[in-house]
Nanobody, 122 residues
Framework: VQLQASGGGLVQAGGSLRLSCGAS????????MRWYRQAPGKEREMVASITSDDSAWYRASVKGRFTISRDNAKNTTYLQMSNLKPEDTAIYYC?????????????????WGQGTLVTVSS
């Protein structure tokens, strides 16, 4: 099982980007999918999460600007980021709790995608 993130880039303040993260491999099911970010010199922080029944959580600093969603048929989560600010600059990582085909419910494993860099210029 692998997670592959994409969609980062350079954008001006006030602009938008959409990140994608897809899971591939032999998967029985996916529980929570999350986005984290890590800015230079700072600790990794959770940005948003979404459960299998589409219950979403956002950290306060992105609420109203970011929207997390998922396509269960594609095992993919998206993070739509709008009104971006320079302080959103970071490497964004996706994370998922996945039950691979080799396991049975309710067992799961944690998987991380590679980071994708988001740079917001002022």
């Amino acid at each position: 099982v692998q997670l592959q993130a994409s969609g980062g880039g350079l954008v001006q303040a006030g602009g938008s980007l959409r990140l994608s993260c897809g899971a591939s491999g032999m998967i029985r099911g996916i529980y929570v999918m999350r986005w984290y970010r890590q800015a230079p010199g700072k600790e990794r922080e959770m940005v948003a999460s979404i459960t299998s029944d589409d219950s979403a959580w956002y950290r306060a600093s992105v609420k109203g600007r970011f929207t997390i969603s998922r396509d269960n048929a594609k095992n993919t989560t998206y993070l739509q980021m709008s009104n971006l600010k320079p302080e959103d600059t970071a490497i964004y990582y996706c994370h998922a709790q996945i039950t691979p085909a080799s396991m049975t419910y309710p067992q799961f494993e944690d998987y991380w995608g590679q980071g994708t860099l988001v740079t917001v210029s002022s």
